[in-house]
């Protein structure tokens, strides 16, 4: 199973990134997928999931409003669209599947993580 973040760039405070996960090796359908990014220094922290059941999806209060997570399955895709992107959002962003049924279980049950893609936000 291998999972590719993609994406991340240099860009202005309120400018918008898109990144996007490609997940090769099962079938995304069967499996929660969320977002977690990492600044330096700092431990790593989740950002946003979103569930097989009813897609139900969460958002950490510092993000909520701007960032949007998506999923295709049948690209076996997951996205997360940054909008209004501050400087504290700098960090490498990883992308991250989980058994879990429902948001939240998510966490506990994260089974496969993929290799980050760096967000850096200039004032």
């Known amino acids: 199973v291998q999972l590719q973040a993609s994406g991340g760039g240099l860009v202005q405070a309120g400018e918008s990134l898109r990144l996007s996960c490609v997940v090769s090796g099962l079938k995304l359908t069967d499996y929660s997928i969320g977002w977690f990014r990492q600044a330096p220094g700092l431990e790593r922290e989740g950002v946003s999931c979103?569930?097989?059941?009813?897609?139900?999806?969460y958002y950490d209060d510092s993000v909520k409003g701007r960032f949007t997570i998506s999923r295709d399955n049948d690209k076996n895709m997951v996205y997360l669209q940054m909008n209004s992107l501050k400087p504290e959002d700098t960090a490498v962003y990883y992308c991250?599947?989980?058994?879990?049924?429902?948001?939240?279980?998510?966490?506990?049950?994260?089974?496969?993580w993929g290799k980050g893609t760096q967000v850096t936000v200039s004032s």
């Open positions: 979103m569930s097989t059941y009813r897609q139900n999806t």
């Open positions: 991250a599947m989980s058994s879990a049924y429902y948001v939240d279980d998510y966490h506990p049950n994260i089974m496969y």
